[in-house]
């Protein structure tokens, strides 16, 4: 059982949605977990062809966050959990913003579908 988003479209063309999340970092905050930062549950449509899960990031100071593990996701008709990465030199501050896209694209009568988001840090 999930909580979710679920996106669809009648177009004949791809049609997509995007979710913002703007999270504040804790007080205290001092990293990201290095190897389990971001979990998305998602779901597409079998056969999914331009249907997918797209996750962006923005860190703190606005600027755009490397992100392995979170573009095209494609996991064909049951949940699955994807772990997303953090690379590079991000700049995250306690107390400060980061801002999530999740976003959802669908062919004509296919589905896609986000679940929980969960953020694992240290502080």
Known sequence: SHNYYEWTTSEPTTQDYDIVIRYRLPDGFSSFD??????????????????????????????????????????????????ITIGGTPTFTAGGYVTITIKMSADQAKVADVGELTLKGNW
């Open 34 to 83: 290095a190897t389990t930062p971001i979990k998305l549950w998602n779901k597409v449509s079998t056969t999914p062809g331009s249907t997918k899960v797209d996750v962006t990031m923005l860190d703190t100071a606005g600027a755009p966050v490397t992100l392995t593990g979170g573009s095209a996701l494609q996991n064909f008709a049951s949940w699955t959990e994807s772990t």
